[in-house]
């Protein structure tokens, strides 16, 4: 069974630290492009990050580069985003998701309409 699933999301301060996590069962993370996305209430998902098949690329967007570091775990087969200095208005669901068509390719892309695997996604607060 092809799966995606988020974890370590929660309340944080501003300023704090979390670590999401993104596990995946059926797959082989580093073989595939990965991103990360987040979802306002009310809004469409914003992708915010992305690495290539054998971390060939990672890509940020503006609002978080600097902040914010997807790596991965290929004994694990995990990919993560640790995100610092976390601010109010990086509330949201954080999903992760997979281009199973892009196999092996070593770019990427932060739009969600390349990616057709998604997890259930894990949800973060920042307030103090």
């Known amino acids: 069974q092809l799966q995606l699933v988020e974890s370590g999301g929660g309340l944080v301060q501003p300023g704090g630290s979390l670590r999401l996590s993104c596990a995946a069962s059926?797959?082989?993370?580093?073989?595939?492009?990965i991103a990360w996305f987040r979802q306002f209430p009310g809004k469409g998902r914003e992708g915010i990050a992305c690495?290539?098949?054998?971390?060939?690329?990672?890509v940020y967007i503006d609002s978080v580069k600097g902040r914010f570091t997807i790596s991965g775990d290929n004994a694990k087969n995990l990919v993560y985003l640790q995100m610092n200095n976390l601010k109010p208005e990086d509330a949201a669901v954080y999903y992760c998701?997979?281009?199973?068509?892009?196999?092996?390719?070593?770019?990427?892309?932060?739009?969600?309409?390349?990616?057709?695997?998604w997890g259930q996604g894990t949800p973060v607060t920042v307030s103090s």
């Open positions: 690495r290539g098949s054998r971390n060939a690329t990672t």
């Open positions: 998701a997979l281009n199973r068509a892009g196999w092996l390719q070593r770019t990427c892309t932060v739009f969600p309409g390349n990616y057709a695997y």
């Open positions: 059926g797959f082989t993370l580093d073989d595939y492009p």
